[in-house]
């Protein structure tokens, strides 16, 4: 399985649970670290902990497993780290605090429709 379809397997799980301002960045020709991010912003943490909870569980029927997750159930940033696609789920707050859009503009933004 490619990359972009991990990430297209991801980005359904998060549209299911409502994630809100989805963003794909194709990172893959500035850093050695994965081929794609993955952003999203959840209301609360009861959202956030089931937009992983979606995302991990697709992921596994998809015979992946997680090699690293950073954040826990009280989190307002969780990261998933499936190796080639990196999952950052944030709180609304957190997000704007972090900006990784800004940190990482010179990755290419995909839509997520385009996947």
Known sequence: MTSRELCKIAVAALEDRKAED???IDIQEISPVADYFIIASGNNQNQIQA????????????????????????????????????????SKEDRLFY??????????EIEPGEL
Not at 54 to 80: C, H, P
Not at 99 to 108: K, Q
């Open 99 to 108: 900006d990784l859009e800004r940190i990482w503009r010179d990755g290419r």
């Open 22 to 24: 989805i963003k794909v």
């Open 51 to 90: 937009m992983q909870d979606a995302t991990d569980e697709a992921f596994y029927q998809a015979g992946l497993k997680v090699k690293q997750i950073e954040g826990n159930r009280n989190s307002t940033w969780i990261l998933m780290d499936y190796g080639d696609v990196i999952i950052h789920i944030f």
